[in-house]
């Protein structure tokens, strides 16, 4: 999705997309690059059917592998049949992201969502780190097809509110499950703790949030269905399921409201 935003934003510009196709494997090989550095910080073993690479090659590696593909980005960059100051911009903008998001990612683990009493302050982070390449897809698309500041200006806002709702639907259906790749209770199993187990923690009483901390906290080959079960109860009960579904509804409305705007009659109908 990351790789795919900048064809069809630069196609909405009125571009050719195999102009910007550079710019979209940037984007996916820095996406490539954070899941490398997440998975060996989260200790996550499979992604997409086959070992993480740190499970594979050792930490050691995968942080080495993770550090190589980011400079690969940059590469990427520079294929672009662009003047040299459209490129410049354009790996500033790869920079400034990136660090935005690792800047959230920093502070994620600082305010572990799995541990009452936190500062809700979740959505910013999502903001940040989910929406940090998709406000690069959009907003880079933009910069190839020169546009001016005030539409990248709306575009990064529009890439925010579109990683926060991938992000609150993909813990959803990483909970109740959902397609192929969702299995039912997959979240609660990793021991993920995101916006919706977050709300949880802060709207549940004392024994509630002991029992939810139990459960994240056993590990995928030790949590059981009845877990799972109860763990969604608990999600259920305290509105927590259905705070996510209001947090997708208020970001798509923003999204909409920012895409009103645009100048560009393509460009906003895309993003409808």
């Known amino acids: 999705l990351r790789a795919i935003?900048?064809?069809?934003?630069?196609?909405?510009?009125?571009?050719d997309p195999a102009d910007a196709v550079p710019l979209s494997a940037?984007?996916?090989?820095?996406?490539?690059?954070?899941?490398?550095?997440?998975?060996a910080i989260d200790r996550v073993r499979s992604r997409r059917g086959h070992e993480t690479v740190w499970v594979r090659y050792g930490l050691d590696q995968a942080i080495n592998a993770g550090d190589g593909t980011l400079f690969a980005a940059l590469k990427c960059i520079d294929r672009l049949r662009q003047p040299p100051a459209i490129k410049q911009r354009l790996s500033s903008l790869v920079v400034d992201r990136m660090m935005s998001v690792i800047d959230a990612q920093v502070n994620a683990v600082r305010s572990d969502a799995k541990q009452p009493g936190k500062p809700d302050n979740s959505v910013?982070?999502?903001?940040?780190r989910t929406g940090g390449l998709f406000a690069l897809s959009v907003v880079g698309a933009a910069i190839l097809a020169k546009a001016d500041s005030e539409v990248t200006d709306q575009l990064s806002r529009i890439g925010g509110d579109l990683g926060v709702i991938f992000q609150v639907q993909d813990e959803l259906l990483g909970i109740v499950g959902g397609f192929t790749r969702h299995q039912r209770g997959a979240t609660i199993m990793d021991g993920k703790a995101g916006l919706i187990v977050g709300h949880c923690m802060r709207h549940s009483d004392e024994r509630g949030r002991a029992l939810l901390q139990t459960i994240f906290e056993k590990g995928s080959e030790?949590?059981?269905?009845?877990?799972?079960?109860?763990?969604?109860?608990?999600?259920?009960d305290t509105g927590s399921l259905t705070h996510g579904v209001e947090l997708i509804e208020?970001?798509?409305?923003?999204?909409?409201?920012?895409?009103?705007d645009l100048p560009h009659t393509d460009l906003k109908r895309l993003l409808h």
């Open 5 to 15: 935003l900048p064809l069809v934003v630069y196609k909405a510009f009125g571009g």
């Open 26 to 39: 940037a984007v996916e090989v820095l996406h490539n690059a954070a899941l490398i550095h997440v998975d």
């Open 124 to 128: 910013d982070l999502a903001r940040d």
């Open 222 to 236: 030790q949590t059981t269905e009845a877990d799972i079960h109860r763990a969604i109860g608990l999600l259920r």
């Open 250 to 260: 208020s970001h798509h409305k923003q999204l909409l409201a920012t895409a009103a």
